[in-house]
């Protein structure tokens, strides 16, 4: 562990340097004569392990600030032979004023080699250059000492676990523990051919049903074409043989307009009004109209100046879908098979068109209609006969109320959000429905 206290630093653990496609690595690292660093006087050991080459090498590098670019090339020793040595930066004295360069000498006589060294004698000055004697022969390798006790600056560690007693669990090194072979969430043993064994192979039986116990009891239901379960497959608690939406063609509506007692009053659609009526949507269910109930729309070639809009939001007040301008809406009760005092009177469904279909996923939805332009008497629509706060639709509890039955005034256009719109609930609510056309 080095600490350098001024910066508030630490260095801990080897540094590991991966080959690059060309066989090289940079890496950068403190110098070892740093100041401020604790301990001081240390040196790197540097570890060679090259895939193909059997062994690895290490030995000691001094990796002083004064030279900042370290090639490992040029301070490995070539023969690996040569023992391991740490090396140790000598003494420096001071440096003298530098005299004038006196000529050169004459090459002296090369003396025997002193096997013992003499004493260290007093620095003297510098004196001129010689030319550079003959490089003599390596000495013989000398026999490697014992391994000495870890200094204050060594590094004492396993995947990076410190020492000096090192403790290795089974992730510390990568591997799984013997008590996860075949135990549940561990791994699966391999028999002697290498395969799993099929005591540990899962029990494929309990993904499968027969398939000859469809629609039998204890069995499985099957499904339409809708992958929906058919009706008699229903529990009994279910309702049978009632009356839909789908069973009339819509995808939802707000009410049963059969339960609905006719309502004497006509009413008729004020310009600028937004009228709202909310749906609860079960099932993923596509649709791409708004289905207004009408008691008198003879469409748009009686009333040219009128101009729709229909747009379905979420629960939290959101617009899904919109429409655009709609202007040439048919009249309703024109449907073949409807009775002749509806088509007459133009009673009937009147569909305005979306802007696309879109998908609705389970939830509360409140699907919408505005008469943005046009006559006081343009559309008269059915109703139900109860004023929205008699009405029971909009009972609700929990905490935040979501009456089915709300309107807006003095809307321009088809709004983004409900938000801010200050909802009412004190007029006779419109018959809606949707559906896909």
Known sequence: ????????????????????????????????????????????????????????????????????????????????????????????????????????????????????????????????????????????????????????????????????????????????????????????????????????????????????????????????????????????????????????????????PGSVANPTAVKYAKVGRLYLSAMNITEPTSVNTVVVMARGWGGSAVAPNARFRAGIYDESGALVMGSGDLWQVGPAGQIPGTSAPATANHIGAVPLALNGAVTLQPGRYRAGFLLRQGGASDFAYMHIANESPSNPANFSLGTAAFEREVYADAVADLPTSLSGLGLRGDHDPTITALAKL
């Open 1 to 256: 562990m080095l600490t350098f206290s001024d910066s508030d630093v630490f260095v801990a653990g080897p540094v590991v340097a991966v080959l690059d496609e060309s066989g090289r690595f940079a890496t950068t690292l403190p110098a070892t004569d740093s100041p401020g660093m604790n301990p001081s006087g240390w040196s790197y050991s540097v570890r060679e392990n090259l895939t193909g080459v059997v062994g690895s090498r290490t030995y000691a590098l001094l990796a002083p600030k004064a030279v900042p670019d370290v090639d490992l090339a040029d301070v490995a020793p070539a023969d690996p032979t040569t023992p391991t040595y740490v090396p140790v930066p000598g003494p420096r004295g001071e440096t003298g004023a530098t005299g004038p360069q006196g000529p050169k000498g004459d090459k002296g006589n090369v003396g025997a080699a002193s096997t013992v060294p003499g004493p260290k004698g007093d620095k003297g000055d510098v004196g001129a250059k010689g030319d550079q004697g003959a490089k003599g022969d390596p000495g013989p390798a000398g026999a490697q000492g014992p391994k000495g006790d870890p200094g204050a600056g060594s590094v004492n560690s396993v995947n990076g676990k410190p020492g000096p007693d090192i403790q290795l669990d089974a992730a510390s090194v990568g591997a799984v523990p013997s008590a996860a072979v075949g135990a549940v969430g561990g791994v699966a043993p391999l028999n002697s051919f290498g395969n799993v064994p099929t005591t540990n192979l899962p029990n494929l039986s309990a993904l499968y049903v027969d398939v000859k116990t469809k629609g039998l009891a204890n069995g499985v239901a099957t499904l339409d074409s809708a992958s929906r379960l058919p009706v008699a497959q229903l529990p009994t608690a279910a309702p049978r043989n009632t009356w839909t939406p789908q069973a009339l063609g819509f995808a939802a509506w707000n009410v049963d």
